[in-house]
Nanobody
Framework: QVQVVESGGGSVETGGSLRLSCTASNYNRNYMTWFRQAPGKEREGVAAISTPGGRTYYADSGKGRFTISHYRANNTMYLQMNNLKPDDRAIYYC???????????????????WGQGTQVPVSS
């Protein structure tokens, strides 16, 4: 069974940067993706990457500020977040699974394997 574990969350000020990490074990799927959920809001896709292949997909909220990457050697995915805003404050989750269509890569209902989440509190 695929297991995913996130790390790297922590307090950051508006305009600051943070890098999240996600390591997947027993991984044999084709997408790894970052989601986030703010209090009172639905979980939303942030960025996805195909593995192998490295094709990336971003939600509008993170375009130009977030960069997703994946290193095959240790099967670890990263999310580099720059110029963080108060609206970025959320719990960030890593997910992995087989996704049949690239257009579905940011849909939470397409993933069965989730990490426990890591907090990203952005102070204004």
């Amino acid at each position: 069974q695929v297991q995913v574990v996130e790390s790297g969350g922590g307090s950051v000020e508006t305009g600051g940067s943070l890098r999240l990490s996600c390591t997947a074990s027993n991984y044999n799927r084709n997408y790894m993706t970052w989601f986030r959920q703010a209090p009172g809001k639905e979980r939303e896709g942030v960025a996805a990457i195909s593995t192998p292949g490295g094709r990336t997909y971003y939600a509008d909220s993170g375009k130009g500020r977030f960069t997703i990457s994946h290193y095959r050697a240790n099967n670890t995915m990263y999310l580099q977040m720059n110029n963080l805003k108060p609206d970025d404050r959320a719990i960030y989750y890593c997910a992995a699974d087989f996704v049949a269509r690239a257009t579905w890569a940011l849909r939470a209902d397409r993933y069965d394997y989730w990490g426990q989440g890591t907090q990203v509190p952005v102070s204004s």
